[in-house]
């Protein structure tokens, strides 16, 4: 895995902004990309998904955008509300392997 | 069970003892994965199950790791002689598939540990 330090990146934005969240990675073979969300004392969840065939996949208030070409990934939050706070990170995956990034701290606002 | 399960949920214990983490993942998972997270980084990959195949250890950073999946279902991760570089969260994920696939990992809670 990788590991950038003791602090990560942090966002915040006031409740009812949009948020955007990024992730560069690293492998050009990977192929398929999920976004997770990890609350304080609690295990990552599972996001939404993309996979390398797809530039834009959105779910409910959420968007994953994905630009090969500069191997970017980001996701974006709609109207953030303060139960979005956490920390979201990316997976990418391709040739048997699987790795994470160390991920954003979103804070919102009221 | 509904989801991946980990206990205990928060373990204290001294420099130089050995503990025990336990995970029960998702039933019918045949992929199971241990992390580690250390305060304010991302997921350490440890060691990786994939039904009866022996298991991917590569990222396990000492001697003193060692894991087993008993039955193809729960596993343990033993940590030997504990040093309070080992203090972190310990992150279990299962999974339908195999890694590498597009299959996504569920996670458990985590177990916090802390060496004193």
């Known amino acids: 895995g990788e590991s950038v330090g003791l602090h990560l990146p942090t966002l915040s934005v006031q409740e009812g902004d949009n948020s955007i969240i990024n992730c560069a990675y690293s492998n050009s073979a990977s192929d398929y990309f999920i976004w997770y969300k990890q609350e304080s004392g609690k295990g990552p969840q599972f996001i939404i998904d993309?996979?390398?065939?797809?530039d834009k996949r959105q779910g409910q208030r959420v968007t994953v955008l994905l630009n090969k070409t500069v191997k970017h990934l980001s996701l974006q939050i709609a109207a953030t509300q303060p139960g979005d706070s956490a920390v979201y990170f990316c997976?990418?995956?391709?040739?048997?392997?699987?790795?994470f990034g160390a991920g954003t701290r979103l804070t919102v606002k009221p | 069970g509904a989801g991946v399960s980990q206990s205990p949920s928060n373990k204290v214990t001294e420099k130089g003892k050995d503990v025990e983490l336990r995970c029960d993942p998702i039933s019918g998972h045949t992929a199971l994965y241990w992390y580690r997270q250390s305060l304010g980084q991302g997921l350490e990959f440890l060691i990786y199950f994939q039904g009866n195949s022996a298991p991917d250890k590569s990222g396990l950073p000492s001697d003193r790791f060692s894991a087993e999946r008993t039955g193809g279902s729960v596993s343990t991760l033993t940590i030997q002689r504990t040093q309070q570089e080992d203090s972190a969260v310990y992150l279990c994920?299962?999974?339908?598939?195999?890694?590498?696939?597009?299959?996504?990992?569920?996670f458990g809670p985590g177990t916090r540990l802390t060496v004193l």
């Open positions: 994920a299962s999974s339908l598939a195999q890694r590498g696939s597009t299959d996504t990992q569920y």
């Open positions: 997976a990418e995956i391709g040739n048997n392997d699987m790795r």
């Open positions: 993309i996979r390398s065939n797809m």
